[in-house]
């Protein structure tokens, strides 16, 4: 085994979710949220080139050092698979990686609200689970897709850069495609994908313009459409939709999300103090007739109202969320103020 592999190896061991090398450092793992450097020896300029050399073939190298940044996926035959991106700091290599489990967890052990599990039985629309990076948006979309598989006979296309969980077909006809290795971006494999004869599409982000465009065309034309944003809340992340697009084109795409969209999941992960672990806080917004006349009518404003007004259908605030974890003593108070939307109003609710 060789010196990459033991130290991926020793990190699935000890639950670590990333890996970080940097040169003139001993690696870093980040467990439960907290880095902590291991026993290695400082990693040299030429160590970090081995490793990444090991992970790649030539061609990518040379891509590598041509856009001093890369992603990929890489594997520790038996033990697990990583996210990997290797970029340049100071000069020097350097490696982050992301620890992707080798099963999908079973989406009832997520702690996520009920109504996450009945978008699954939808037949068509745009379901958006957004998120810093790190928030578990790749597992919620992962263990929403394992429900589909094995409940219904549909034809499943994924677009993901790189594939981290590994799908296996069940009742479900799936493909995954990587961006770079099977195809050259989220837009093109989106578009290809309309023509090979989906019932649902897995996006892994949309990062621009033309893939947005394009996904929401796929869901406006019969299509479960699933996908990522790095964006907080749902107001934020219909607004950053809508900013995409040039102001000429803006009214037109509100009529067209108001019709397409479905929900919006936002996550954040927070440490658990009551047992080793992760919890995630969630914001659910269902597109029930009153948001979607506020997309309608550039009202977005209004749509954090409707969904603290709207828990008997489903919908939840970040905060309430956060209430929740914090009462049930599953997260810290600390962690619960840094992160809620309005800070001042949970320490009245903490203090009551």
Do not use: W
């Amino acid at each position: 085994m060789s010196y990459l592999q033991e130290l991926l190896a020793v990190a699935l061991a000890k639950g670590a979710s990333d890996v970080h090398i940097l040169v003139d450092s001993p690696p870093l793992l980040r467990i439960h949220t907290a880095l902590e450097e291991t026993s290695y020896e400082p990693v040299t300029p030429e160590l970090a080139e081995i490793m990444l050399k090991e992970m790649i073939s030539d061609q990518q190298y040379e891509k590598f050092l041509e856009n001093r940044d890369l992603d990929f996926s890489s594997e520790v035959p038996g033990k697990g698979r990583f996210r990997v991106n290797a970029h340049f700091q100071r000069g020097n290599i350097a490696i982050a990686f992301r620890a992707i489990s080798d099963k999908v967890p079973p989406l009832n052990t997520l702690n996520l609200p009920k109504a996450v599990t009945q978008l699954v039985d939808l037949p068509r629309g745009l379901i958006l689970v957004t998120g810093d990076t790190g928030s578990g948006k790749s597992t919620t979309m992962a263990s929403m897709i394992d429900v589909i598989n094995h409940k219904y006979g549909k034809h499943i296309i994924t677009v993901e850069d790189p594939i981290e969980y590994m799908l296996t077909s069940e009742k479900c006809a799936i493909e995954q495609r990587e961006i770079g290795s099977d195809c050259p971006s989220f837009a093109s494999g989106l578009k290809h994908a309309l023509r090979q004869d989906p019932d649902i599409i897995l996006v892994g982000e949309m990062r621009d313009l033309e893939t947005t465009s394009s996904a929401i065309t796929a869901a406006e034309t019969g299509h479960l459409v699933l996908s990522t944003l790095h964006t907080i809340n749902a107001s934020q992340t219909i607004e950053r939709i809508i900013d995409i697009y040039p102001a000429g084109q803006q009214n037109q795409i509100r009529s067209m999300l108001a019709n397409t969209l479905r929900a919006v999941i936002s996550q954040v992960l927070f440490k658990r103090v009551d047992k080793p672990g992760m919890v995630p806080g969630v914001e659910i917004m269902l597109c029930n007739s009153a948001v979607r006349n506020c997309i309608r009518e550039n009202r977005i404003f209004e749509i954090p109202n409707i969904i603290e007004t709207s828990r008997p259908i489903g919908m939840q605030t970040l905060d309430t969320s956060i209430s929740e974890l914090l009462f049930n003593g599953m997260i810290s108070r600390h962690d619960a103020l840094s992160h809620a939307a309005n800070p001042e109003k949970l320490r009245r609710a903490i203090s009551a």
